[in-house]
């Protein structure tokens, strides 16, 4: 399996600029998490879906951001507009959705906002 | 509500000590817990979980954890590290169907 896929890996963006992320998880997998980790705050569940519903959005910061989740093998995490207090790296990860739950991560993308 | 805590920040040690990274939770019902391994500039990898059943759990990369229910902590260990070994490690419970994470511990090892 080729585990969760990310892209960009890199995104470096001007304030204001609207950046997409996008995901797409282990396939079979039925949940999926997107998470911000900074230095300052560590790692930070933003939001997370279940059979492609999205479950619980309270970690995401503002109305800037949003996420979809279309089919069960992609998701996107857009900031519109990005500010530099974005500036991050961003994990998408999956899980079964059964059992412990554990959940499996995607390389990461990081985000630099100017 | 579940939560854990980290206790170190930092842990540095040198090739071939042991070593023990610590994590306490708090939960008021039965818990599933992890600790991830996350290596420079990339994503977290899972070491190893514990659901139920034995209170010693071995993981990848000859780590193993105990699981305390009276302590309620789930440190993690390792016999003799190496260069290798030096990454962020992140203690984590189930909530729901989401996972809870630590703050991360920093293993720096030098020879």
């Known amino acids: 399996d080729a585990g969760v896929i990310q892209s960009p890996r890199h995104e470096v963006t001007e304030m204001g600029q609207e950046v997409t992320l996008r995901c797409k998880p282990i396939?079979?997998?039925?949940?999926l998490f997107w998470y911000r980790q900074t230095m300052m705050r560590g790692l930070e569940l933003l939001i997370y879906?279940?059979?492609?519903?999205?479950?619980?959005d309270s970690g995401m910061p503002e109305d800037r951001f949003s996420a979809k989740m279309p089919n069960a093998s992609f998701s996107t995490l857009k900031i519109q507009p990005s500010e530099p207090r974005d500036s991050a790296v961003y994990f998408c990860?999956?899980?079964?959705?059964?059992?412990?739950?554990?959940?499996?991560f995607g390389p990461g993308t990081r985000l630099t906002v100017t | 509500a579940q939560s854990v805590t980290q206790l170190d920040s930092q842990v540095p040690v040198f090739e071939e000590a042991p070593v023990e990274l610590r994590c306490n939770y708090s939960s008021s019902v039965s818990v599933y817990l992890f600790w991830y391994v996350q290596y420079p500039n990339q994503g977290l990898q899972l070491l190893l979980k514990y659901l139920s059943g034995s209170t010693l759990v071995k993981g990848i990369n000859g780590f193993e954890a105990e699981f305390n229910k009276s302590q309620t902590s789930f440190h993690l260990r390792k016999p003799s590290v190496h260069i290798s070994d030096t990454a962020e490690y992140f203690c984590a419970v189930r909530r729901g169907t989401a996972l809870i994470f630590g703050k991360g511990t920093t293993l720096s090892v030098s020879s």
């Open positions: 990860a999956s899980s079964t959705g059964q059992g412990a739950w554990e959940q499996y």
């Open positions: 396939s079979g997998h039925n949940s």
């Open positions: 879906f279940n059979n492609n519903v999205p479950i619980d």
